[in-house]
């Protein structure tokens, strides 16, 4: 999720009946500190890559933010009080994240594997409005804020539940129609009932889409996997490339050659159905063999 939206949720939050000006402040703050990593992106979109949503992320940093956040405002005063509300807004910004198809690394730093539900899209429409609705409505009706607060939750979870619901049905429909060894389902932008999708088997990868209204799967690309291509290789030894594929979750690449230059893409097959160059990592090869360039786009 973006953090406008984490700012709305912990907003949404301190509408649920806490009155002190400082609760907000502490609520706000916390529920936007894990993407502090943001940072990064000033040492390069593929460092930004490899550290954002890690060590932030992780159940050491929800248990040591929150302490200091209390330290900051607690002025020896209200000490726990506040340090618990963060780790609310802590908590529920890092589950928001985790439900999406951008991995977290939850469990660093004891685990760096990045998990994720894949249940709903990194920016959903529904969820920021919303909130941003509940935050207006609880502004100018400050009688039934707690009111409009709770429902405003309820209706969240419900969300997120009917997706999980959705999710898992999806999943099953896939496994009845496709033999595979692993299967992947993740969410599409502004859809329920249709679900992009990776099955995995040995050296092949399949994608498309699986729609329970119409009940289809519908096949994109079929992708063989070519781990020994010398330019491969040679381009996973450069630091943008290391720093993608400890993000991507489905990494592919290709080589594609022209008259001066071979050019290795890789790309995280589990974003693949958005239009255009996107989640795409290129490294460029003289025809001496030697790097010229290597980026990553978002």
């Given at each position: 999720m973006d953090p406008i939206t984490h700012g709305l949720a912990g907003t949404t939050i301190y509408n649920l009946g806490f009155k002190q000006r400082t609760s907000f402040w502490v609520l706000l703050l916390s529920s936007i500190a894990p993407d502090?990593?943001?940072?990064t992106r000033l040492w390069g979109a593929d460092v930004f890559l490899r550290y954002h949503r890690g060590i932030s992320h992780g159940i050491l940093a929800l248990f040591v933010v929150p302490i200091i956040i209390g330290i900051i405002f607690s002025h020896k005063k209200r000490f726990f009080y506040y340090s618990f509300l963060a780790f609310i807004?802590?908590?529920?910004h890092l589950f928001m994240d985790l439900t999406n198809q951008y991995g977290t690394r939850i469990l660093s730093p004891l685990d760096w594997y990045q998990y994720s539900l894949d249940l709903i899209f990194i920016f959903d429409p529904y969820i920021t409005l919303g909130l941003l609705l509940s935050v207006i409505l609880c502004k100018f009706n400050k009688k039934r804020a707690i009111t409009i607060a709770l429902v405003t939750v309820?209706?969240?979870?419900?969300?997120?539940?009917?997706r999980n619901y959705l999710h898992d049905r999806t999943k099953e429909f896939l496994k009845e129609r496709m033999d595979a060894n692993t299967y992947m389902v993740s969410p599409l932008p502004n859809d329920f009932l249709r679900w992009w999708f990776i099955a995995k088997s040995g050296n092949e990868m399949k994608t498309?889409?699986?729609?329970l209204f119409t009940q289809r799967i519908c096949m994109q690309e079929t992708y063989l996997i070519n781990d020994k291509d010398p330019f491969i290789k040679l381009s996973e030894?450069?630091?943008v490339?290391?720093?993608y594929i400890y993000f991507a979750r489905y990494p592919y690449a290709?080589?594609?050659?022209d008259a001066k230059?071979?050019?290795?893409?890789w790309r995280d097959l589990a974003y693949s159905f958005l239009p255009g160059e996107h989640f795409v990592a290129e490294v460029i090869f003289g025809s001496d063999g030697k790097v010229i360039n290597s980026y990553f786009k978002f």
């Open positions: 502090f990593d943001f940072i807004g802590y908590s529920v309820f209706l969240l979870v419900a969300y997120t539940g009917s498309g889409f699986a729609d030894d450069t630091k490339i290391k720093n290709e080589v594609k050659m230059n071979i050019t290795v893409v």
